[in-house]
């Protein structure tokens, strides 16, 4: 696709289930990132997916939160248990090469609402 | 179709220089404006605006919004090689199936 696709768009659960969210980076790039961005809040480095490279997982908040990249290209953001502390709005953005070293692109995330 | 435009999308300017970047956009429901700087990992967030007016400052830097015209600018002052980054601009959603947009970003560059 033209950009970085994230779904879906919004994610009602309920405090206790688990969610999954998605994330298409752009076809050919070899880094992708998730980062979390709480009601107006900067945005936090959640993990970091390069080529083949283990992931850099040093920003998960828990271990209730696990990610996969499956083929070098699609991602999968998984929260267990989820608490309301999840609620946030959850981006991916994909890089060709090392983010702050050419441009990120980020797609349009994904609003988490737990009740 | 809700939209971010950033310019100019590149800049070289000297130590020293002042440089003003541009944010506008076109959205519903907005809810904030956010200014970050590109860095390794994760961008640096600088400002939120959310109201028509009101400058925010932080050292060299400072932003204000225009809800009438719809547009946002960040100044640097004295700029400094450090400084040299993409800025991106993006605009927060009260509601909607949106969260957030990001603008392209305006790659800096500050020679000495």
């Known amino acids: 696709g033209a950009g970085v696709s994230q779904s879906p768009s919004n994610k009602v659960t309920e405090k206790g289930k688990d969610v999954e969210l998605r994330c298409d980076p752009i076809?050919?790039?070899?880094?992708l990132y998730w980062y979390r961005q709480s009601l107006g809040q900067g945005l936090e480095f959640l993990i970091y997916?390069?080529?083949?490279?283990?992931?850099?997982k040093s920003g998960l908040p828990s271990d209730r939160f696990s990610a996969e990249r499956t083929g070098g290209s699609v991602s999968t953001l998984t929260i267990q248990r989820t608490q309301q502390e999840d609620s946030a709005v959850y981006l991916c953005?994909?890089?060709?090469?090392?983010?702050?070293?050419?441009?990120?692109?980020f797609g349009q995330g994904t609003r988490l609402t737990v009740v | 179709e809700d939209k971010v435009v950033q310019s100019p999308l590149s800049l070289v300017v000297h130590e020293g220089d002042t440089v003003t970047l541009n944010c506008s956009y076109e959205?519903?429901?907005?809810?904030?404006l956010l200014w970050y700087k590109q860095e390794k990992k994760a961008p640096t967030f600088l400002f939120m605006l959310?109201?028509?007016?009101i400058e925010k400052k932080s050292g060299r830097l400072s932003s204000i919004l225009d809800k009438k015209e719809l547009f946002s600018i960040l100044n640097i002052t004295a700029t400094q090689t450090g400084d040299s980054a993409v800025y991106l601009c993006?605009?927060?959603?009260?509601?909607?199936?949106?969260?957030?947009?990001f603008g392209k970003g305006t790659r800096l560059s500050v020679i000495a």
């Open positions: 997916f390069q080529g083949n490279s283990a992931p850099d």
């Open positions: 953005a994909s890089t060709l090469a090392y983010f702050g070293e050419t441009e990120a692109f």
């Open positions: 959310t109201s028509s007016g």
């Open positions: 076809s050919g790039h070899t880094a």
């Open positions: 959205v519903t429901n907005f809810r904030s």
């Open positions: 993006a605009v927060e959603f009260a509601s909607g199936n949106t969260p957030l947009v």
